[in-house]
C-alpha cells in the first residue's frame, strides 16, 4: 500500500509547476521534483480527475474549463496522451479564463509551451497545433 501523503504532493507539484526563473528568485536553486512515488502517476490523475469533478460546468463555466486545461496538463506529464489530446481538443472550442495565461487555451499556446513537449511528436496534437492553411486568392 503506498502512502496517499507523497502521492499528493506529487499531483499538486504537477498542477503547480512554474517557470521561477523569471521570478526573483535565484535560477537554478529548485532542483529537479523528487523521485516519484510508486503509483503516483495514478494518484496524481485521480486526485486531478477528482478536483475536476467537483466543479461542474452548469456551476462555473468560467473556471471548470480551466481545471480541465490542468487535467490535460497532468495527463500529458503522466503519459495519457490519448485523454490529453482529446481534452484539449475540446477546450480549443470552449470560451473559458485560465490562471496560468491570459485567454483560453490556442495551437499557438500549445505549439509554444514546455507543459505541452509529451504530446510532441503525436500526429493527433501535431494536427490541432499546425499552422492554418492559407487559402487561396480568387
Known amino acids: 500500500m503506498i502512502q496517499r501523503r507523497p502521492a499528493v504532493a506529487f499531483a499538486i507539484g504537477l498542477l503547480t509547476a512554474v517557470n521561477v526563473s523569471g521570478q526573483?528568485?535565484?535560477?537554478?536553486?529548485?532542483?529537479?521534483?523528487?523521485?516519484?512515488?510508486?503509483?503516483?502517476k495514478e494518484i496524481a490523475l485521480q486526485e486531478t480527475?477528482?478536483?475536476?469533478?467537483l466543479l461542474p460546468m452548469s456551476q462555473d463555466a468560467v473556471v471548470r474549463p480551466a481545471l480541465e486545461e490542468d487535467l490535460a496538463r497532468v495527463e500529458a506529464e503522466g503519459g495519457?496522451?490519448?485523454?490529453?489530446?482529446?481534452r484539449l481538443q475540446k477546450l480549443?472550442?470552449?470560451p473559458y479564463s485560465s490562471v496560468s495565461h491570459p485567454g483560453p487555451i490556442t495551437p499557438q499556446l500549445l505549439r509554444l509551451h514546455p507543459y505541452w513537449d509529451p504530446l510532441r511528436g503525436d500526429q493527433r496534437f501535431e494536427k490541432i497545433v499546425a499552422f492554418p492553411v492559407p487559402k487561396e486568392a480568387k
Open 92 to 94: 480549443l472550442n470552449t
Open 24 to 40: 526573483g528568485l535565484v535560477p537554478g536553486t529548485i532542483a529537479s521534483p523528487p523521485p516519484e512515488p510508486a503509483g503516483a
Open 49 to 53: 480527475d477528482n478536483a475536476v469533478a
Open 80 to 86: 495519457e496522451k490519448e485523454p490529453a489530446i482529446a
